[in-house]
């Protein structure tokens, strides 16, 4: 007669033998050689894990996790969101803390879309930018200190900068606005100081300062210079 001990090792060695069994295989190819099914990788000569996800016929689907190694050990670096219709992927980025460094789409390496990063260990945004489908920059591109002002406001066409660009103090005083033109200083340029006075004003050609500037202290005129000459043409007491 078996002893209720001894039934209750065989029953458990049973459950576990069926349950390994029952695991699904990994790193499998489909009869065209293309991965499917769940493929996991680690670190060289480690058993620290590299990334994990699924294929369906060579495609990635569904959550795509990537760790980076942190004393040795895996952390979560990152996760990348696959759909079935294309190569695009909703990704995070995250600290090794698990706090979320940024979020957008790729398409492949390709940034494309509305990207957000996040100041450190904060869920306050720091940076909002725009990509083309290119992976370049395209659209505005702003700035913002951790209490939630507007720290700098950009416009890009096609990874240049194009338009006019603003600057601004902590407590939203604007310090500074510019054009540009292919990613150049071209055009007019206005500085302020913080109490809302210009300090100096003029225009850039190709990131130069050209032709007559004016520079003021305290909101009065001191002096204008001709920047194509680099002489001074008039002091005001």
């Known amino acids: 007669m078996i002893k209720q001990k001894d039934y209750l090792i065989f029953t458990f060695t049973i459950i576990l033998t069926t349950l390994g069994f029952a695991q699904e295989p990994i790193n499998q190819f489909d009869k065209n050689g293309k991965r499917h099914g769940l493929w996991t990788k680690n670190y060289h000569k480690t058993d620290q894990k590299r990334y994990e996800g699924n294929f369906n016929h060579g495609k ?6 990537y760790y980076t190694l942190s004393n040795g050990k895996s952390v979560l670096g990152a996760t990348k969101v696959f759909n079935a219709n294309d190569s695009i992927a909703i990704v995070t980025f995250y600290t090794s803390a698990k706090k979320v460094i940024s979020e957008g789409k790729m398409n492949g390496k390709r940034y494309i879309g509305q990207w957000t990063y996040f100041h450190k260990n904060s869920s306050a945004k720091m940076i909002v930018e725009h990509y ?6 395209d659209g505005e591109r702003t700035v913002f200190y951790k209490n939630g002002n507007l720290a700098e406001h950009t416009l890009y066409k096609d990874g240049e900068l194009n338009g006019e660009s603003k600057w ?9 606005k510019s054009l540009y033109n292919n ?36 909101g009065e005129i001191t002096k204008e210079v001709d920047h194509t000459s680099q002489k001074v043409i008039k002091k005001y007491k």
Not at 60 to 65: A, G, S
Not at 132 to 137: T, Y
Not at 185 to 202: F, H, M, P, R
């Open 60 to 65: 990635e689907i569904d959550t795509f996790n």
């Open 168 to 176: 601004f103090s902590e407590d939203n005083k604007l310090l500074r």
């Open 132 to 137: 083309n489908d290119e992976g370049k920059l």
């Open 183 to 218: 990613d150049q200083l071209n055009g007019k340029t206005i500085n302020y100081d913080a109490d809302g006075n210009v300090t100096s004003e003029g225009d850039f050609t190709n990131d130069q300062k050209s032709g007559i500037w004016k520079y003021y202290n305290a």
